[in-house]
């Protein structure tokens, strides 16, 4: 498994390694509940992990492996196994992956997905649309449209099926085909496409005017980093940055942190600790300290989104505006099991740089804005002096 984030033996990590290991590895949590209106292909992940016990419950590695191996060994299905000890010991983020789920899991937080391009929703009248097709992938070249009804999928029925179920259908291995079945104002035909391998577009960038910009991060998959600063650096001389993480589920702590840095010149991000032993992640020097900066959250601001929204709030590089955010400030490393599969279980909490505790409590905006929250942040961000 290339990549210290999916290192099968976790190892200390200290101040200036590369930390990737994975802070979350729920990308599409709300939507495998049916929380979230709108679902994107390239979000949804089988077994997004469910909160199912006390947030510091954690799981034991050694449990957890020497019961896949019984399993194993009896001819069972050591998955399983290991998701039962999983599931008693009340790791709210534990989950176990086969090998295939979990090299899904990798390939989005590389920032790529395989499938048809493509986004659904259920309607008000309960079918399925398609709500928005990739330029370029293999829904669009073959004429499909946003508002299309998606019928089937390989000739199964998809009405009555979870949206998340419907995408991970789409979703398959490069250079394999799907048939969709799709109708347009009434007329029905059957589409067959051949699944590719297409990159997610985590970090967009929207001029609002002369004096400000929106950053949209959507998760913190890989080089999305570095493209946050990117953005930052483009931004017009004296422009305000509204930084936009609302519906953020999390992602890689390096991509985060790099975020962060875009903003700070260097020194704390956040504290963290593995099984006891505590560790501190620090910022690059040389962010841009100067523009107005203000940080959109709302209740789907998660994990590696809120280690960067406590890090600017506590250190008063942003003003956070919104609601408050989900509060899952727990670590989860990956280790291999005898039959192949990963478990991913919690191994400690982080703290934002003033030391306040994000699992369970979420992080408190400067600003509490139920509703028209983006209007209200680009009047803070205007009052904050941008383009002055």
């Known amino acids: 498994m290339p990549g210290p984030e999916f290192c099968p033996r976790p190892r200390r990590i200290r101040r200036g390694a590369a930390l990737t290991f994975v802070f979350v590895t729920v990308l599409a949590t709300g939507a495998a509940t049916n929380a979230l209106p709108h679902v994107q292909e ?13 947030a510091a419950a954690t799981a034991d590695r050694d449990a957890v492996a020497r019961a896949a191996a019984e399993a194993a060994a009896d001819g069972k299905s050591g998955k399983e196994a290991a998701e039962e000890v999983v599931s008693r010991s009340g790791d709210r983020w534990g989950a176990v992956y086969d090998k295939r789920e ?40 073959a004429g499909v449209e946003a508002g299309d009804r998606l019928r089937a999928i390989d000739g199964r029925p998809v009405d009555r099926r979870p949206v998340t179920e419907v995408v991970a259908l789409l979703r398959g291995n490069e250079r394999t085909s799907v048939a969709l079945g799709l109708e347009r104002a009434g007329r029905s035909w059957t589409e067959t496409l051949t699944r590719a391998t297409l990159s997610t ?42 930084l936009d993480l ?30 006891g032993t505590q ?51 727990s670590v989860q490393m990956p280790s291999e099991l005898p039959d192949g599969s990963v478990a991913e279980l919690t191994v400690g909490h982080y703290r934002t740089p003033a ?18 929250a983006e209007e209200r942040a680009q009047k803070v961000l205007g009052g904050l002096g941008a383009g002055s």
């Open 42 to 54: 390239p979000a949804a992940h089988p077994l997004a992990a469910r909160p199912t016990g006390p």
């Open 102 to 141: 979990y090299d899904d899991l990798r390939q989005d937080l590389d920032g790529e997905y395989t499938g048809v391009g493509l986004s659904a929703a259920r309607s008000g009248n309960g079918r399925v649309e398609v709500t928005r097709v990739r330029p370029g992938g293999p829904a669009d070249r």
């Open 355 to 372: 030391g306040h505790d994000v699992d369970g409590e979420g992080i408190t905006p400067d600003l509490a804005v139920p509703e028209r």
């Open 246 to 275: 609302r519906g953020n589920a999390g992602g890689l702590v390096k991509e985060a942190v790099a975020a962060a840095a875009a903003f700070l010149d260097g020194g704390l991000v956040a504290t963290y600790d593995v099984r």
């Open 279 to 329: 560790h501190a992640l620090y910022a690059d020097p040389g962010g841009d300290t100067d523009r107005p900066v203000v940080a959109l959250v709302d209740s789907g601001t998660m994990s590696a989104a809120e280690l960067v929204t406590g890090a600017l709030q506590d250190r008063g590089r942003a003003v956070t505006v919104g609601s408050r955010t989900f509060g899952k400030g």
């Open 201 to 242: 577009e985590s970090v967009t960038v929207r001029r609002i005017d002369d004096h400000a910009v929106m950053i949209k991060v959507a998760a913190f998959t890989k080089g999305s980093g570095a493209r946050v600063r990117e953005a930052v650096r483009e931004a017009p001389e004296g422009a305000g940055v509204l």
